[in-house]
């Protein structure tokens, strides 16, 4: 057993952080056995304590949604909306991924980029291609990171070289999944359509199929931008909702799944989530970059639907999910004062969706209670605690103003996570 | 003569970049003599070359509003809208600079912080306490950094301890404007007072005073919120609009004038800032960490209001200048979409704003053209430019991506500027 020291910010539930000064997290088999503020709290014997001192220890971030083969255009080429980037400069860009030596390169960059910013647990979309997909699957492995990792699927309005029939899709995936058939493996596969205006009826059917066939999650995409809705309506135009288009295929939670963006969600569509324990993975970096718009999250928790964050990198710009946290306060604040979606989100509830929201998709992880698993960050803010902050305040002050450099150790599943190798040769 | 070799990357215009690949800039007594892509464009005779290598090199950033003595508030206490934030964090922060031991602290890190940054020329707040605000003169003087430093002026409004009389605040300027009177000084003052809702009529009358008898600019804060804006009617009722209670006191383009935010200005302000060449300080951090709003930049440049951008800690959370470009382009985005102000800002036109708009308002800098003052940072982005951008998507990718670890050369009218001091003993 390991015993962890330092000061525990954490939040159990939505409303408010724990925060435990000085504390103990007790950590064995990669689960946390408990924590207090008192180290005779525990069974010391043959524990090893390991003193963080003054710094903070919080959970490790969850990417709820990210696209690993967009990391080559983060940054650039946000100016156009959701449908024409696409076309623009996603799909050219994942056309490169038929080249695995090209894939493997760009994707050990994401794999060290996500690490760099404490990113323990993503859920990624790949390209449709299978062999890149495997060599992303590995890549998180070898880091000891959590990952679901989805082969794209789509077989409608995309490009000749990202088109593919239902059948070459379904055995692509069999292959992954067959390869990562382990229910307990920190790298999974899971069913990825792309969204309803990329995939036909066919594909839709079968990767409903698939996922229940392997009890596996579901990612895609959901009312992010309004032409895409305009065209969903007309491509299922019998669906009485965005949502509905999925969930007719067995899509929309009869296995666990994630939506991101839900920026223009109906009521109906709303109470659909509600009912399949869908997840919405609000992208609010990428909903202000490709100009989406604002998802009405207050809307969606009050409403009891699941929520969870992503950097949704390329249109979003920014890997690190405590600045996506920032901007989902913000753009709450913004959708308060124009939209009046009433109340602003709240600090404790933008870390609960980033942490423990986000990681019950995974398990249990993302908070510091028995049984959770010990993923978590150690931040030395030193430079940035020059004055009396309360733990609270420093909390906040690295989530604003901190970066990578305050992040000096990584843990996942109770395991130190060292840099991973950005190419071979390193 | 010095003659820099680099990528130059600046914006003459609004609507465009000018890059020079492997270009030269040469410099004499601080200003750009020339810009070239050939060396042999100069007489190099005793000229000296600094080849930059693979480098960017930009115009230094120019933050137009900002407040020094809210730096240790940075990141924090950003759960209530402008009036009530006033109240409950910053008038009480602001009250510790009676203390000039404690202002000394803080201000040598808000320095530092800039120069992290790479802002090399800012319009200040300070507080109303003339002996600190005169110690944050000298910091940006012994920096070898540019800025309007104001002292803020307030008689209404506000706690006890930050309340003055109008003789106190004449008295206090007089002294800092008699040992600050060099007008070709890189340290000046800059008459502030705080806003309508915190000085009397007569406050706002001896500031215009001030201003036009030593021919110095003004900056102040116009219509930010709406709660704002409605105590501003009640305070001067007999004003057309909120710059109208400004301009009737000589504080509205009598002497060159910045005014923040200008978030919720009506027709007739924008006419009155147009017509006194009013620069409207675009701050979208702030507006939306307090949830003020979102500023019709389009609107404003459309109509000929100069415009340039802030920071504005601590309403705002970040002290560079590039995230604050990135927001104004996010928050254009966003308007474009939920309030139809079309059509979306430029990234040459956010950069414009912080370099070539900005520095005019300083006199002749924040571009490389000929006469201007050599303001310029080195980026070197090269852990950024893993494969093949181009060099504006360099440019773009530093100004999303990058941080200070990118920085690697300072320049403030022509002079190379070192890393300022933390502390006396550091």
């Not at 709820?64 to 980037?85: F, S």
């Not at 000891?144 to 990202?162: E, F, I, T, Y």
């Not at 009405?296 to 710009?317: A, E, K, Q």
């Not at 423990?356 to 993923?375: H, I, N, Q, V, W």
């Amino acid at each position: 057993m390991k015993i962890y020291k330092g000061h525990l910010l954490f939040t159990p539930t939505r409303n408010e952080f724990r925060v435990i000064e000085n504390g103990y997290v007790a950590v064995s088999d990669g689960r946390i056995v408990g924590v207090s503020s008192q180290l005779n709290h525990f069974d010391c014997t043959n524990a090893e304590l390991i003193d963080l001192g003054d710094r903070l220890v919080i959970p490790a971030m969850c990417d709820m949604h990210v696209h690993a083969p967009q990391y080559r255009n983060q940054g650039v080429c946000m100016d156009y909306e959701l449908l024409t980037w696409l076309n623009t400069y996603t799909f050219p860009e994942e056309e490169k991924f038929a080249d695995t030596t090209y894939a493997e390169r760009i994707y050990r960059r994401f794999v060290h980029a996500l690490w760099r910013m404490g990113t323990m647990r993503a859920a990624v979309f790949a390209t449709i291609h299978g062999d890149s997909t495997r060599i992303l699957m590995r890549l998180f492995q070898e880091a000891g990171m959590g990952a679901l990792v989805g082969k794209v699927d789509m077989d409608r309005n995309c490009p000749d070289a990202l088109c593919e029939t239902v059948d070459e899709a379904i055995i692509a995936n069999e292959a992954l999944i067959a390869e990562y058939s382990d229910p307990n493996a920190l790298v999974r596969p899971i069913i990825t359509p792309r969204f309803v205006p990329s995939c036909t009826p066919a594909m839709l059917h079968a990767c409903g199929q698939l996922a229940q066939r392997h009890n596996l999650p579901v990612q895609s995409h959901l009312s992010e931008n309004r032409d895409e809705i305009a065209l969903v309506r007309k491509l299922e135009p019998t669906s009485t909702c965005y949502g509905d288009a999925y969930n007719r295929y067995g899509l929309f939670g009869q296995t666990p799944t994630l939506m991101a963006h839900c920026v223009y969600s109906t009521d109906e569509e709303i109470e659909l989530m509600r009912q399949g324990g869908v997840m919405a993975v609000h992208c609010p970096t990428s909903n202000l970059n490709i100009a989406s718009g604002m998802s009405p999250v207050r809307t969606l928790l009050d409403r009891g639907v699941r929520v969870s964050l992503g950097s949704d990198i390329s249109g979003g710009h920014d890997l690190s999910m405590f600045r996506v946290m920032v901007y989902a306060l913000q753009v709450s604040k913004l959708a308060s004062v124009t939209l009046g979606v009433k109340p602003q989100l709240t600090l404790p509830e933008v870390f609960w969706c980033a942490t423990k929201s986000a990681g019950s998709f995974f398990g249990r992880l993302g908070s510091f209670e028995p049984g959770y698993e010990f993923d978590a960050l150690v931040i030395d803010d030193s430079d940035l605690n020059f004055d009396h902050y309360t733990l609270l305040q420093r909390l906040e002050r690295f989530i604003y103003l901190g970066d990578d450099r305050h992040i000096v150790h990584r843990y996942c599943r109770g395991m130190e996570v060292p840099e991973p190798k950005l190419s071979h040769d390193e």
